[in-house]
């Protein structure tokens, strides 16, 4: 069975940082897109970033271009978002999900890591 | 690019059949065969149960189908049943390469 686990996710002042981490099992990892998608309160969900199967080809929103970090270590099949300079509008559940090779939906995702942005 | 819009909320009595459209552009849903639809019981992981507009993951009931017309797509749920109610949003690839993915506002189905 297809497990993604995130952890890291807090409560941290404006301005800080934050990384968070998603551990994947039950699938072969590495022939697989990861992404971090963000759901604000009360408020629908957000692309946010995105890394290839290989981590060569990163994407990320406009919103967080610049302040937030993806990458991979497929060997411990994990994905990772470095938050940096945090802002209160950051505050959202964090969700990582998957997508095959050479298609374009979420097969599976985890189930949230909460950051909360506020002094 | 702007989130999908899909109505706040729909219920249905078992056993009916219920419609939750997903309104885009041509940005978006309409561009590509790239709709997909995810069923969300709050506190755990979403699930995928329609991709590529109309088509079901392996172990997804067949009570759920979608379909496309023009910049809007269709979730039906028929023969409604208690444990269908949950969130649901849509999902689209879209033309952007900047944000590649939208989604949709988020409907709550209830079976009342």
């Known amino acids: 069975e297809v497990y993604l686990v995130e952890s890291g996710g807090g409560l941290v002042p404006p301005g800080r940082s934050l990384r968070l981490s998603c551990a994947a099992s039950g699938f072969i990892f590495d022939v697989y897109g990861l992404h971090w998608v963000r759901q604000v309160p009360g408020k629908g969900l957000e692309w946010i970033s995105g890394i290839s199967w290989d981590g060569r080809s990163v994407g990320y929103a406009d919103s967080v271009k610049g302040r937030f970090t993806i990458s991979r270590d497929n060997a411990k099949k994990s994905v990772f978002l470095q938050m940096n300079s945090l802002r209160p509008e950051d505050t959202a559940l964090y969700y990582c999900a998957m997508i095959s090779l050479g298609e374009e939906f979420f097969d599976y995702w985890g189930q949230g890591a909460l950051v909360t942005v506020s002094s | 690019q702007s989130a999908l819009t899909q109505p706040a909320s729909v219920s249905g009595s078992p056993g009916q059949s219920i419609t939750v459209s997903c309104t885009g552009t041509?940005?978006?849903?309409?561009?590509?065969?790239?709709v997909s639809w995810y069923q969300h019981h709050p506190g755990k992981a979403p699930k995928l149960i329609i991709h590529d507009v109309s088509n079901r993951p392996s172990g997804v009931s067949d009570r759920f189908s979608g379909s496309k017309s023009g910049n809007t797509a269709s979730l039906t749920i028929s023969g409604l049943q208690a444990e269908d109610e949950a969130d649901y949003f849509c999902?689209?690839?879209?033309?952007?390469?900047?944000?590649?993915?939208?989604f949709g506002t988020g409907t709550k189905v209830t079976v009342v």
């Open positions: 999902s689209s690839y879209t033309t952007s390469s900047t944000l590649p993915y939208v």
């Open positions: 041509s940005s978006d849903v309409g561009a590509y065969n790239s």
